[in-house]
């Protein structure tokens, strides 16, 4: 049973902020909420990680409410590169569990 | 840094035969590493969890016979098809953990195995 949830699916144009939340219910105390970015064929590879509250780097923000039950991965100004699957993964936990939920799979459209 | 490679990223071979996908981390001594199977559309499906030097655990529903996990050191895991046939053809993924953030996976560049 996949821990996380999100959008199936979203679309965007580019330049627009593009918002994509995760729903993790059961998330542990001694989890971390992760993204990671996926292109057709390849690895997934890091994007960005947070605990709690907002973290910022180069190419994104994570917002963590202060429940840690959800979490909202914003990509600022998306351009058609950024067509990709989405993952949030809540780990490692007690057990090492890294399973992914389903992604969220975007379109960006010119 | 960080870097997990695999090898071959491709792979045909014919049915029956067995296949054999390395995964090494380049630059750090990964102490979990994960093998993952995805099908087209669908997302990273975990298969196996692996820590060096002991025996990997299965998720439920993949034959450990099918799918021989070695991770004889720190830095290679290698996942065998044996007997592969056609619906084996996926792509495979590994990741690995052991260094960076707490629970940040490393990936491998996947490889795509095709079953005749």
């Known amino acids: 049973l996949a821990k996380t949830t999100q959008p199936i699916s979203m679309d965007s144009y580019e330049g627009q902020e593009v918002n994509i939340t995760c729903s993790h219910n059961?998330?542990?105390?001694?989890?971390?909420i992760t993204w990671y970015q996926q292109f057709p064929s390849q690895g997934p590879r890091f994007i960005i990680q947070?605990?709690?509250t907002k973290v910022t780097n180069e190419v994104a923000s994570l917002f963590i409410p202060a429940d840690r039950k959800s979490s909202t991965l914003s990509l600022p100004r998306v351009s058609l590169s950024d067509t990709a699957v989405y993952y949030c993964?809540?780990?490692?936990?007690?057990?090492?569990?890294?399973?992914f939920g389903a992604g969220t799979r975007l379109t960006v459209k010119p | 840094g960080a870097v997990v490679s695999q090898h071959p990223s491709w792979v045909i071979c014919k049915s029956g035969t067995s296949v054999k996908i390395e995964c090494r981390s380049l630059?750090?001594?990964?102490?979990?590493m994960f093998w993952y199977r995805q099908f087209p559309k669908q997302s990273l499906m975990l298969m196996a969890t692996?820590?060096?030097?002991?025996?990997?655990?299965?998720e439920q529903g993949v034959e450990k016979d099918k799918f021989l996990i070695n991770h004889a050191s720190l830095t290679l895991s290698t996942l065998t098809v044996t007997s592969a046939h056609p619906e084996d053809s996926s792509f495979y993924i590994c990741?690995?953990?052991?260094?960076?953030?707490?629970?940040?996976?490393?990936f491998g560049e996947g490889s795509r195995l095709t079953v005749l």
């Open positions: 990741s690995a953990t052991g260094t960076g953030r707490i629970g940040e996976l490393f």
């Open positions: 059961n998330i542990a105390t001694n989890d971390y």
């Open positions: 947070g605990y709690k």
């Open positions: 993964l809540v780990g490692p936990n007690n057990n090492n569990d890294m399973r």
């Open positions: 630059d750090f001594q990964a102490t979990t």
């Open positions: 692996s820590n060096e030097g002991s025996k990997a655990t299965y």
